[in-house]
């Protein structure tokens, strides 16, 4: 993490991804906490200063406009086509898990009287609250209770076999696509990210919302992606929580939170849980149908509470036989799917910070047997491979490697792995 630190905030790694990510930020403050409350502190404030005037919170915070080695960049994202947008930082046009307020509770849980600690609090909680009340407002115009995504890269879970149905109904015209050039591919061997297919179609889904000015009400009208995903709404359910607790202590009027909270959960838990597959599944507004698959984001639903007491021992068994059939939990994708690729980033490999939910979620069910696997697998994995961005998830495949995948140097993966040793008192 201090490798990473760059004066006010933390990249996630290197060299592949040299700006601020949103959920990556929350994460990492967490790990800082640990040793360093002002970098904590900083870290969030640094993120917020991207906050646009509509409330939605940017994915992408690009502090310097020098570093050319992404893509897309600042001007290829070109968010001042809409005129909330903030000229300085520059930020990308799309967002990310609203993690904040339950980060927000996990820093106040360290330190319950610390002053400074505090006084931020109650500075950022309307601005948290805010980047809430966009996804409520702008993604969910229906008032289902069920917010949406128009981008894959808003899920945090890019290319995950969720997707592919969704982005096989984009036709790609290679003339209407602007020009680009992708970066990913020569700094990551090019088996452990997304396919140049998958990101035509991404970046297809940049243009539309570029071109509708990142304004919301057009991009649902118009975008052939646009999915109620499950870890987007149960990150945002378990934030809610968070800033419910916190807004009572300090004495902030709580009553809207409330009502997202009385609307959202039951809808996640009876329009998300698939009863064939036995868990929670993302919707796909377009195709008015359920996605399919088993995958991670309906697992983690545990760290919000939204499952019944059935669905929460269902996904408990889940995780318990794949953990017998000897892989490392959990997954990031169906093993038993033909789409499982447990090397290609979110098509199946280990994902620490996913780790990190749903330890907390099954230490919610009482489930601890679970929660200690999947706290002891992420250890072991860092432990023997490094602090990668994501992990091989067979173990016969990860006893014979020396590296885990991606990114190296991974900073959420330092901050959860200190976190869960921490919570249990290791160190
Ligand atoms: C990738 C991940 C995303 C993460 C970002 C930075 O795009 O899919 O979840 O935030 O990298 O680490």
């Known amino acids: 993490m201090d490798l990473n630190w760059k004066e006010g905030f933390t990249i996630p790694t290197g060299k592949l991804y040299p700006f601020q990510w949103n959920w990556d930020s929350g994460f990492t403050s967490i790990g800082h906490s640990h040793f360093n409350l002002d970098f904590a502190i900083q870290e969030l404030a640094?993120?917020?200063?991207?906050?646009?005037?509509?409330?939605?919170?940017?994915?992408?915070?690009?502090?310097?406009?020098?570093?050319?080695?992404?893509?897309?960049?600042?001007?290829?994202?070109?968010?001042?086509?809409?005129?909330?947008?903030?000229?300085?930082?520059?930020?990308?046009?799309?967002?990310?898990?609203?993690?904040?307020?339950?980060?927000?509770?996990?820093?106040?849980?360290?330190?319950?009287?610390?002053?400074?600690?505090?006084?931020?609090?109650?500075?950022?909680?309307?601005?948290?609250?805010?980047?809430?009340?966009?996804?409520?407002?702008?993604?969910?115009?229906?008032?289902?209770?069920?917010?949406?995504?128009?981008?894959?890269?808003?899920?945090?879970?890019?290319?995950?076999?969720?997707?592919?149905?969704?982005?096989?109904?984009?036709?790609?015209?290679?003339?209407?696509?602007?020009?680009?050039?992708?970066?990913?591919?020569?700094?990551?061997?090019?088996?452990?990210?997304?396919?140049?297919?998958?990101?035509?179609?991404?970046?297809?889904?940049?243009?539309?919302?570029?071109?509708?000015?990142?304004?919301?009400?057009?991009?649902?009208?118009?975008?052939?992606?646009?999915?109620?995903?499950?870890?987007?709404?149960?990150?945002?359910?378990?934030?809610?929580?968070s800033l419910i607790k916190i807004g009572k202590r300090f004495g902030f009027d709580v009553g809207e939170l409330e009502e997202w909270q009385q609307q959202s959960i039951p809808k996640f838990q009876e329009k998300l849980w698939h009863a064939g597959l036995q868990t929670f599944a993302a919707y796909d507004l377009r195709g008015q149908q359920h996605i399919e698959h088993k995958e991670i984001g309906g697992i983690a639903a545990l760290y919000a509470n939204i499952p019944t007491e059935d669905q929460a021992k269902a996904l408990n068994d889940y995780l318990q036989s794949l953990h017998q059939r000897g892989y490392y939990i959990c997954p990031s994708f169906d093993v038993d799917s033909p789409l499982f690729d447990s090397k290609r980033y979110w098509r199946g490999p280990i994902w620490p910070q996913m780790n990190w939910m749903i330890y907390h979620g099954l230490k919610n069910y009482n489930f601890t047997d679970t929660a200690d696997i999947v706290k002891s697998d992420l250890i072991e994995l860092v432990s023997k491979l490094g602090f990668y961005e994501y992990f091989e998830s067979q173990k016969s495949v990860a006893e014979k490697l020396e590296t885990g995948y991606g990114g190296g140097d991974f900073s959420w993966t330092a901050a959860c792995t200190l976190d869960l040793l921490k919570s249990n008192g290791h160190i």
């Not at 002053?115 to 309307?126: N, Q, S």
């Not at 808003?154 to 149905?165: F, T």
């Not at 000015?213 to 649902?220: A, H, K, W």
């Open 46 to 241: 640094s993120l917020f200063s991207g906050q646009w005037d509509n409330g939605m919170l940017p994915h992408i915070i690009f502090h310097s406009e020098k570093e050319k080695t992404y893509f897309p960049n600042y001007d290829f994202w070109d968010a001042n086509v809409n005129a909330g947008a903030p000229h300085k930082p520059k930020t990308s046009g799309i967002t990310q898990p609203a993690v904040h307020g339950f980060v927000l509770e996990s820093l106040l849980e360290r330190f319950p009287d610390n002053e400074k600690l505090i006084a931020f609090v109650k500075g950022i909680f309307p601005k948290v609250v805010k980047s809430h009340r966009f996804l409520y407002t702008y993604r969910d115009p229906e008032r289902e209770g069920l917010m949406f995504i128009f981008h894959p890269w808003e899920s945090g879970r890019d290319n995950s076999p969720l997707w592919d149905e969704s982005l096989d109904r984009i036709e790609v015209k290679k003339e209407e696509l602007p020009p680009y050039e992708r970066r990913d591919t020569s700094l990551a061997p090019k088996d452990e990210r997304p396919t140049t297919y998958q990101y035509d179609r991404y970046v297809y889904l940049l243009q539309l919302g570029k071109n509708n000015r990142y304004d919301e009400l057009g991009i649902f009208e118009e975008s052939p992606y646009l999915v109620q995903d499950t870890l987007m709404n149960a990150v945002l359910i378990k934030s809610n929580e």
